[in-house]
């Protein structure tokens, strides 16, 4: 006589697209192969702080995100340089402290280029943030995603990425 | 009748020149007008090493540093894009560390760019780094800097500089 075990393992996912004014973040749980958003929101910091003040409450936010939310997994989008590069050093700054709590935390830690979340998500590289935002609704009736900001939409999309890309 | 006193306040000023390979580091102890050397050195990362590994280690290294030696402020150089957009990025992992500690443990930061602090050091603003090494020898006579790496010099200027502008 066999026995077989359903071995539903848990994975928490957390998906967070950075910036020192509005951060993007979602969580995504999956039981075996089902899939369900446990949050998906944005992290605002007021402007008129310093660099090192608002980096310590990312740091502190995503803390307490992972810590409550027993996350287990983290996914980033890759990085790439725009027009400015004093901007592309301080995006520098968050993925630095979001690699100090992958460490911290134990997490699994999966990276991927912006056109490969896209061509993931929608089966198109090239789709525009909006086009993202409704293939998610979409996939997560059950979950109103309207009146979203981009960056939380752009942050779902990374965590479903990096789901997927695991399964 | 006055009774003068003398408010000697000690200062410990850690000035750093952060890289994922090797980090130069001084700590220059100040108290009243007095200036001494309490450390300069190195702290290499082996390069096999993941950069959420090493960021890690590297953040370690500075935390341990700061409480052991109870340092009180901390000097860095700006940075400035060069050739490498993959490595100024990376770059700001390890200042996003720098700052992430200036925050835990409450230290004054102070930022100069790599030709103030030349210019401080050297009363020439494009001094090579041996020569910087030369004039940090005749400052500080009764510590021989000889055979230290030019990251470890290069961080002494950096402390150097963030102590002179703090007197």
């Known amino acids: ?6 071995l539903a393992t848990k994975m928490k996912m957390l998906g967070i697209d950075p910036g020192f004014r509005i951060a993007g973040y979602s969580i995504i749980e999956c039981t075996g192969n089902r899939l369900s958003i446990v949050d998906v929101g944005v992290f605002k910091m007021a ?3 310093s660099i090192p003040v608002r980096l310590q409450l990312f740091y502190d936010f995503f803390n ?11 996914t980033l989008e890759t990085s790439f340089m725009g027009k400015n590069a004093q901007n592309f050093l ?4 968050l993925r630095g ?10 997490l699994a830690l999966h990276e991927y280029a912006p056109r490969e979340i896209k061509q993931i998500v929608t089966g198109f590289g090239g789709a525009e943030k909006e086009q993202v935002a409704r293939v998610l609704q979409m996939l997560f ?9 981009l960056d939380a939409t752009d942050a779902l999309a ?8 695991m399964l």
Chains 1, 2 share one sequence.
């Open 158 to 165: 990374i965590a479903l990425c990096g789901v997927w890309k």
């Open 141 to 149: 009736p059950k979950v109103s995603l309207d009146g979203l900001p």
């Open 47 to 49: 402007q008129g702080l």
């Open 90 to 93: 301080k995006l520098g700054y």
């Open 64 to 74: 307490d995100t992972i810590q409550t939310h027993s996350i287990t997994a983290l």
């Open 97 to 106: 402290a979001l690699y100090l709590l992958s460490q911290k935390h134990s």
């Open 1 to 6: 006589m066999y026995i077989i075990l359903s």
